[in-house]
Every structure is written in structure tokens, then in C-alpha cells.
């Protein structure tokens, strides 16, 4: 692991409750929110860094088409934030920004703006991608096990990172396919290959890939569109648990599953970002009559 990257990330802890006078209700985040700092250390937090992401004029363009235009965000740690808006709006491209997956786009750059997770800016020089893909995971909405073993899905991350104890990978195998609650259905066929998993395990599995290698970001795309509602049901569930350990942005098309999961949320349109809020804002009352038309079906 780029330790100067993790460091720096690192430096950012998920922040204290918010009590405002607009947000008197904000439930505490769980005790185990804070994994890195000790309980002294969280009000600390809350004074020196709420958010973890800080999205600042960022300007995205492929070849000449500009994708991202002037879009500010900043996202919180240990929260769930969805990314939602029509077709074509710039969600994927936003999520593909946070851990540099557009670098592998010919032709596709940031122009303008900055990215901060923690303290570092990931678009700078001295920041390696690879190492920051392992801090910033991402799950995509075709699930894609590679054609392995269950156990070696989980396992591969494990050995680029140059773990070679077997003991110790097939602890932090079993403990990855426990945290995308996957285990009791696979335990005793960790040999299987993946591709036998039905679509929903397929997803869950390459959750359990993606947590292996105990990224701090979670981002996800579409991860349940290719799913049923039941396991869909289950994803959502993993989602709400994982959030005490990890930020997760996902991206979604289902206004109900926006509502169901997600703590903020943030409306595009057209490369822009138009209104950002608490979930129960932007779908009880935007700000934005773009955003209404869109959440309530309208346009889109
Ligand atoms: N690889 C690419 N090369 C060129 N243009 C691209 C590429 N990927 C996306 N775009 C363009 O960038 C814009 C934003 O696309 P993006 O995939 O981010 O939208 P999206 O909001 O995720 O849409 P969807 O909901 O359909 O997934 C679109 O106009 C799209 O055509
Ligand atoms: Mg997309």
C-alpha cells in the first residue's frame, strides 16, 4: 500500500453526529463508525474533518466533450451517498473519477478543479492510482467474478498485495465474504468456481473482492440492476451495515432504493451537479423544481 496515500487518507476520520438546527435528528453514528480513532479522538474529528471527499470545480471532459462541468461535493465518511439523475448526466463518470478509472479511457481528463480524499489531491503527480483503487473500491452493475474459485476471487487482490500466508489469506477471504454477507452460502464450496454463483451472490462476491484489500471507499454502480428484489433486499441490507466501516457512494437509477439507502444525495443534469442535500430533502423537498420533476417521476 502507498503508505503516503494511506496516511494521508487515513488522516481523515469519519465525522461526530452533526446536530444542527435543521438536522436535530441525526441518529449518532455507531460506536464501531470510528475504526481508526479512539473515542477521544472523534470530537477532535468533527472540528477537523467532516467530510472525507472534497470534490472542488472539478471539470471533466472526453476528447473535446465536456462531461463534468464545475461540479462541487463534498461527501461524508461512514455515510451513504447516492448519485442520481437521467441517462447520460455524468454519474459513472463522477464515480469513475474518485479512484482515477477514467485514466484508462483514452482521451479522457480532468481539466479543471481538484479531488481531495483526506489530504491528498489523488490527481497529483506523486499519487499512484493503483494504490489508490486499493483505497477506493469499486463494484460495478454487471457483476464480473473473474472465472476462479470463490476462494480465489477474494483471494487475488490478497496476493497482488503480496500476501503469501495461507493462513492469513484464508482469514481475510472468510472474513471479506462475512462482510458482504456471503459466507453461509458459500462455505462449503469455496473451491466452486464463481461463475456457478447466481446473479445476486455474483454481486455480493465481488463486494467481498472489493473489501478484501480493505479499501476505505466504497463505490458502487448500478449494483443492483441486473438483480431481482430479493436479492436486491440484500444488497441494501449489506449496504446499511457496511456504512459503519466504510463511506460508500453508489450510483442508482431506483428513486425508492436512493430513498431506502442513502443518507445524502446529489441530482445531475447534463454534466452538472444541481442540488446536493439529505436524502429526506431531496425527495420531501428540493430546493430545485429540476429535482423535483425528477424525483417524482416527471422527466428523465
Ligand atoms: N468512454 C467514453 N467516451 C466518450 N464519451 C463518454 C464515455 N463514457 C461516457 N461518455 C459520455 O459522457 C457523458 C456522461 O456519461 P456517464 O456514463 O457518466 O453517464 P451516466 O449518468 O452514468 O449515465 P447512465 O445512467 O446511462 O449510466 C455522456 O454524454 C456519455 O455519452
Ligand atoms: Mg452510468
Known amino acids: 500500500m502507498n503508505a503516503c496515500l494511506t496516511k494521508q487518507i487515513l488522516r481523515t ?13 441525526a441518529t449518532p453514528a455507531p460506536a464501531e463508525a470510528v ?6 479522538a472523534s470530537l477532535e474529528t468533527e472540528i477537523r474533518a467532516p467530510h472525507l471527499i472534497e470534490i472542488s470545480n472539478l471539470d471533466f471532459y472526453y476528447g473535446e466533450k465536456k462531461a463534468l462541468d464545475c461540479v462541487n461535493l463534498t461527501i461524508d465518511a461512514n455515510r451513504v451517498t447516492a448519485f442520481i439523475g437521467p441517462s447520460g448526466c455524468g454519474k459513472s463518470t463522477l464515480l469513475r473519477c474518485l479512484n482515477r478509472m477514467n485514466d ?3 482521451g479522457a481528463a480532468v481539466r479543471g478543479g481538484t479531488i481531495k480524499i483526506g489530504d491528498a489531491d489523488i490527481n497529483a503527480p506523486g499519487i499512484d492510482a493503483i ?22 476471487n477474494v483471494a487475488y487482490g490478497l496476493r497482488i498485495q503480496g500476501i503469501r500466508d495461507r493462513a492469513e489469506i484464508a482469514r481475510r477471504v472468510e ?19 464463481a461463475l456457478g454463483l447466481s446473479g445476486g451472490q455474483q454481486q455480493r462476491l465481488c463486494i467481498a473482492r472489493a473489501l478484501a484489500v480493505e479499501p476505505q471507499v466504497l463505490l458502487m454502480d448500478e449494483p443492483c440492476s441486473a438483480l431481482d428484489p430479493v436479492a436486491t433486499g440484500k444488497i441494501e441490507d449489506l449496504i446499511h451495515e457496511l456504512k459503519t466501516r466504510y463511506t ?15 443518507d445524502k444525495t ?17 425527495f420531501m423537498n428540493p430546493a430545485n423544481p429540476q429535482t ?8 428523465g
Not at 175 to 193: M, P
Not at 292 to 299: H, I, K
Open 13 to 25: 476520520e469519519p465525522p461526530a453526529p452533526r446536530v444542527t438546527a435543521t438536522n436535530t435528528t
Open 35 to 40: 475504526p481508526h480513532a479512539s473515542p477521544d
Open 104 to 106: 484508462l479511457i483514452d
Open 131 to 152: 494504490e489508490l483503487r486499493k483505497c477506493v473500491g469499486m463494484v460495478f452493475q454487471k457483476s464480473n467474478p473473474f472465472p476462479k474459485s470463490i476462494h480465489e
Open 175 to 193: 472474513l471479506s465474504l462475512r462482510g458482504a454477507a456471503l459466507w453461509d452460502e458459500v462455505k462449503d464450496r469455496l473451491n466452486d468456481n
Open 248 to 262: 460508500i457512494i453508489i450510483v442508482t437509477h431506483s428513486m425508492q432504493q436512493a430513498a431506502r439507502v442513502s
Open 266 to 282: 446529489a441530482f445531475f443534469y447534463l454534466g452538472r451537479l444541481v442540488e446536493y442535500d439529505d436524502t429526506r430533502t431531496i
Open 292 to 299: 423535483e420533476a425528477y424525483v417524482s417521476g416527471r422527466f
